[in-house]
DNA sequence: ACCTGAACACCGTTCAAGT
DNA sequence: ACCTGAACACCGTTCAAGT
């Protein structure tokens, strides 16, 4: 990328495309959406727009790394929520809940086919899989869930099961999130075991 | 597409050229892939392509469902299997075995892009899913499991939690599939609870 | 430094011309 | 009917020229 002189500059460009990115990309998905698009949306020429960022793939791994932090957010507050399985709850509903509005399928679609996207999404995935299993170990300390496996090994099954459903969901075009929320609780609740 | 006379050439163009495809998809995946490099690996000119499919999409669909149909198969067996555990073994096996052979997180994710390709799978999906619960009824019925949902509800539990374990575990680049088929089966021990 | 917009390269698709 | 390969359209990316 050039030099930059003016960091403010920088920043409100960035943000400025990111913007119409996010915009285009919500509305027709990252394949369809076209740089220029993006440059139209953003008021920039295509000169600028390559100035900012260094490719399509660069914007779209800076979207979509924004919509995975959606959900580290729920994840990061799960270890010391009252109730695990509250927090699960809040979870599925992060990850299941779109009106195709998260961009979560487009993002796991993506990751197949860019290895800078899916070694990036990887190190989130990584934390994500450490918060769980650490908000499981302490809910088992403390006698409010049974689980039936090892911690890391239920976080790991929670975690892509809810993958799972929440791609089937986007790929069926299923409106409602209500059965799939359902069918992660059940899940959830065979696999730790909740006391009562 | 144009017409055609000779319906015995018709085959053997269209067989051709998806071997051709299926070999550069497996290389490269559907993405990288251009037309010319199946040209090229098919001995045929892009005219000629063209002649065969209507379009980089058609060709894509038509290995799709055929990589679709392996899975498949193992699921048309999953009633009549003597132990349903053993049989949902084999399925985790086909999901999960690939060694990046299988297609299947490709699919996955191709899915998320074409509409049409989208609704043919999902046809597929409803009939899996519809014998995936015959299989576990059949278990039931035979005193085999005492399953802890609803057979529907566990048969989509199950495929959603299969599909994640698999898309996770492509996405890792993961090349042992063992420890993925153990959280299969732990999953389906705890939701399935077979006897013994 | 920052921007524009025309030019370039690549790739999916079409089509005029040949057998 | 069947095929070829050049031409076309589209889109990601670059770059000469302007401020």
Redesign the pocket.
């Known amino acids: 990328m ?5 960091p403010a ?2 920043q409100r ?1 960035r943000g400025q495309i990111l913007q119409a990115a996010h915009q285009c990309f919500r509305e027709r998905g990252f ?7 993006v ?1 139209v949306e953003a ?16 914007v779209i791994a800076a979207i979509a790394l924004a919509a995975r932090a959606e959900a580290d957010a729920v994840i990061e507050r799960l270890p010391n929520s009252d109730s695990l399985l509250e927090g699960l709850d809040r979870l599925a509903h992060a990850y299941l809940v779109d009106d195709s509005k998260s961009l979560l399928a487009e993002v796991w679609s993506e990751a197949t086919y860019d290895p800078v996207l899916a070694k990036a999404l990887q190190a989130r995935e990584r934390i994500s899989l450490s918060l769980v299993t650490a908000a499981i170990e302490r809910a088992q300390a403390q006698g409010a869930i049974y689980p039936s496996m090892a911690p890391g090994d239920a976080a790991e099954t929670l975690l892509a099961s809810l993958e799972g459903l929440a791609l089937r969901r986007a790929r069926r075009g299923e409106p409602d999130c209500a059965q799939a929320m359902r069918w992660f609780r059940a899940l959830a609740v065979h696999i730790l075991k909740p006391k009562r």
């Open positions: 050039p030099r930059h002189s003016d500059l920088l460009r394949r369809l959406t076209t740089i220029d698009d440059c008021r920039v020429s295509p000169g600028a727009f390559y100035r900012y960022f260094s490719s399509k793939a660069d």
